[in-house]
T-cell receptor
Framework: RKEVEQDPGPFNVPEGATVAFNCTYSNSASQSFFWYRQDCRKEPKLLMSVYSSGNEDGRFTAQLNRASQYISLLIRDSKLSDSATYLC???????????FGKGTTLSVSS | DAMVIQNPRYQVTQFGKPVTLSCSQTLNHNVMYWYQQKSSQAPKLLFHYYDKDFNNEADTPDNFQSRRPNTSFCFLDIRSPGLGDAAMYLCATQGANVLTFGAGSRLTVL
């Protein structure tokens, strides 16, 4: 099993739609969880950390399910500018470094 | 102002000709990473440093080496680049569990 796996993409949605991405991780001892956003040919940038109790930042909601070892990202009222690849990031098996999932591509159209 | 600076942004080399990519940071973070990202793939961890403590991922080819002479600088050396090494190389620092990336160095191998 890969350390971090994400929903296959791409997701193509109209403006205003709600879209959700999931990510599963293999290391039950992982403590750090993040969602990063990457625009085409640019570096990844932190979108939000994921906390045990779940957290919200405007239209974005992140949740963690430790029992099932997955995290999710919900985007409400999608904007054209949300089009990007969303990368799930988790501690590696040794707990010493942060590793990335393959990413899920979102395309929002008008 | 950029806090993680990578040079060069674009590097073209010939098959087998050594290449050095550099990364500098103004954040004074102890942890630094090198990732390799190929088109439509996740950033793949090559190495990371906790201060001068070097951690090599098990599947990082011997062709890739790294140096960190001080907190601010880190180098990625590719001793004999092959066509399969063409990729974006991303340097990142880690503070408070958050990764800050440089803009990347895009390597082309002819």
């Amino acid at each position: 099993r890969k350390e971090v796996e994400q929903d296959p993409g791409p997701f193509n949605v109209p403006e205003g739609a709600t879209v959700a991405f999931n990510c599963t991780y293999s290391n039950s001892a992982s403590q750090s969880f993040f969602w990063y956003r990457q625009d085409c040919r640019k570096e990844p940038k932190l979108l939000m950390s994921v906390y045990s109790s779940g957290n919200e930042d405007g239209r974005f909601t992140a949740q963690l399910n430790r029992a099932s070892q997955y995290i999710s990202l919900l985007i409400r009222d999608s904007k054209l500018s949300d089009s990007a690849t969303y990368l799930c990031v988790v501690n590696n098996q040794a707990g010493t470094a942060l590793i990335f999932g393959k990413g899920t591509t979102l395309s929002v159209s008008s | 102002d950029a806090m993680v600076i990578q040079n060069p942004r674009y590097q073209v080399t010939q098959f087998g000709k050594p290449v050095t990519l550099s990364c500098s940071q103004t954040l004074n973070h102890n942890v630094m990473y090198w990732y390799q990202q190929k088109s439509s793939q996740a950033p793949k961890l090559l190495f990371h440093y906790y201060d001068k403590d070097f951690n090599n991922e098990a599947d990082t080819p011997d062709n890739f080496q790294s140096r960190r002479p001080n907190t601010s600088f880190c180098f990625l050396d590719i001793r004999s680049p092959g066509l399969g090494d063409a990729a974006m190389y991303l340097c990142a620092t880690q503070g408070a569990n958050v990764l800050t990336f440089g803009a990347g160095s895009r390597l082309t191998v002819l």
